[in-house]
């Protein structure tokens, strides 16, 4: 199973934009990049997904690399609400069905 | 749209119960539902695979007579953890998948934290 690696945590000022790097050197050509976030004793929320193209949606930006060998999600302007752990996620086609296989993500502190 | 609802959102019992845990599409019929597990501080484990109308594939480690899996209609799949011990607690999570697209993002609902004593 493709891997992500993330860092355990990062800072950031209130209102700054916030790149939250994740790695996926062995994605495979059908694996889509997804992230979702997580906040304490809830399931995890959907941010965003893409394939090869940069995406964008009213919570954030995607942008994948070119090689697909890493992506980074982008958070226009951090808010306080937006403090959780930052799932970055390659959802790998088994027998038809796309399993995530989670990594431990990235602890994002936001600070006022 | 495309919520997903998990019942009891909490639950204590003694050693040796069975507990089970309900999973609903609420507005989406979901051929595929996921069940992971996630202790404290650490990330979410793919536990199993439902789907619809026939069995649960597990990942390797997780004992299928432990965590009995049922997913018998298009919006419900049961978890039941069967005789309960403390290492049991933990909180687990499910999530689903839209009938009919593919490789589109998991539905996640908002975990049972099951405690046993």
């Known amino acids: 199973d493709a891997k992500t690696t993330q860092p355990n945590s990062m800072e950031s000022n209130e209102e700054e934009p916030v790149h939250l790097p994740c790695n996926h050197s062995?994605?495979?050509?059908?694996?889509?990049i997804h992230w979702y976030r997580q906040l304490p004793s809830q399931g995890p929320e959907y941010v965003i997904h893409?394939?090869?193209s940069n995406v964008n949606n009213r919570m954030a930006s995607l942008a994948i690399a070119e090689d697909r060998k890493s992506s980074t999600l982008i958070l226009h302007r951090a808010t306080l609400r937006d403090a959780a752990v930052y799932y970055c996620?390659?959802?790998?086609?088994?027998?038809?069905?796309?399993?995530?296989?989670f990594g431990t993500g990235t602890r994002l502190k936001v600070l006022a | 749209g495309a919520v997903v609802s998990q019942h009891p959102s909490r639950v204590i019992c003694k050693s040796g119960t069975s507990v089970k845990i309900e999973c609903r599409s609420l507005?989406?019929?979901?051929?595929?539902m996921f069940w992971y597990r996630q202790f404290p501080k650490k990330s979410l484990m793919l536990m199993a695979t439902?789907?619809?109308?026939?069995?649960?594939?597990?990942e390797q480690g997780v004992e299928k007579d432990k965590f009995l899996i049922n997913h018998a209609s298009l919006t419900l799949s049961t978890l039941t953890v069967t005789s309960a011990h403390p290492e049991d607690s933990s909180f687990y999570i499910c999530?689903?998948?839209?009938?009919?697209?593919?490789?589109?993002?998991?539905?996640f609902g908002d975990g049972t934290r099951l405690s046993i004593l």
């Open positions: 893409g394939l090869t």
């Open positions: 507005d989406f019929q979901a051929t595929t």
């Open positions: 999530s689903a998948i839209i009938r009919g697209i593919h490789n589109q993002p998991q539905h």
């Open positions: 062995t994605i495979s050509g059908t694996d889509y």
């Open positions: 439902s789907n619809e109308g026939s069995k649960a594939t597990y």
């Open positions: 996620i390659l959802s790998a086609d088994t027998s038809g069905t796309y399993k995530y296989i």
